[in-house]
T-cell receptor
Framework: SQTIHQWPATLVQPVGSPLSLECTVE??????LYWYRQAAGRGLQLLFY??????ISSEVPQNLSASRPQDRQFILSSKKLLLSDSGFYLC????????????FGPGTRLTVL | AQKVTQAQTEISVVEKEDVTLDCVYE???????LFWYKQPPSGELVFLIR??????QNEISGRYSWNFQKSTSSFNFTITASQVVDSAVYFC???????????FGAGTILRVKS
């Protein structure tokens, strides 16, 4: 069966510091990978998605970037965090088929102070 | 453009009551997919159901049931005999055929009181 991991689970960072959140998937190959952010309130915002190694699509211009160095690894980064980067970051994967179900990881709760 | 509307911001019920969560969607595609997810207090989104636009048959899974009506562009979710463990935020989402992205509604907070 497939499993998706995210770490760290929680993170408190000062404004201006760098960020690296990691997501890995087990039990599948060539998945589509996604990063979402859920800010205060409930809405889910798609940040990035990837259909293959090195292939990143950005949905919202912002302070963040994403990379996919390996087939089942997806990294979310920032060089300098802003207060507005605080939120709950969710990674998801789906089979590499159109409109297939996305399965979410446990999330990382980021607080920027 | 695709859009999902969950007009109910928050619903509170007493345990054992039935509750229906509404979802209305907009799309120009003839082929699309609809989803429901549950987000308990732990935060992880849990997949509940995926339905394609050609399958209008209602679905029942235990206490959960879904009513898909293309005529009204709705995909409503009913929990029968609600339990405290059903307390969560519920999201409806839409994906176009040939696409990789989900468009989420704003979510409905369900509070079930004992």
């Amino acid at each position: 069966s497939q499993t998706i991991h995210q770490w760290p689970a929680t993170l408190v960072q000062p404004v201006g510091s760098p960020l690296s959140l990691e997501c890995t998937v087990e039990g599948t190959s060539n998945p589509n990978l996604y990063w979402y952010r859920q800010a205060a309130g409930r809405g889910l915002q798609l940040l990035f998605y990837s259909v293959g190694i090195g292939q990143i699509s950005s949905e919202v211009p912002q302070n963040l970037s994403a990379s996919r160095p390996q087939d089942r690894q997806f990294i979310l980064s920032s060089k300098k965090l802003l207060l507005s980067d605080s939120g709950f970051y969710l990674c998801a994967w789906s089979p590499n088929r159109e409109a297939d179900t996305q399965y979410f990881g446990p999330g990382t709760r980021l607080t920027v102070l | 453009a695709q859009k999902v509307t969950q007009a109910q911001t928050e619903i509170s019920v007493v345990e054992k009551e039935d509750v229906t969560l509404d979802c209305v969607y907009e799309t120009r595609d003839t082929t699309y997919y609809l989803f429901w997810y549950k987000q308990p207090p732990s935060g992880e989104l849990v997949f509940l159901i995926r339905r394609n636009s050609f399958d209008e048959q209602n679905e029942i899974s235990g206490r959960y049931s879904w009513n898909f009506q293309k005529s009204t562009s709705s995909f409503n979710f009913t929990i029968t005999a609600s339990q405290v463990v059903d307390s969560a935020v519920y999201f409806c989402a839409l994906s176009e055929a040939g696409g990789n992205k989900l468009v989420f509604g704003a979510g409905t907070i369900l509070r079930v009181k004992s």
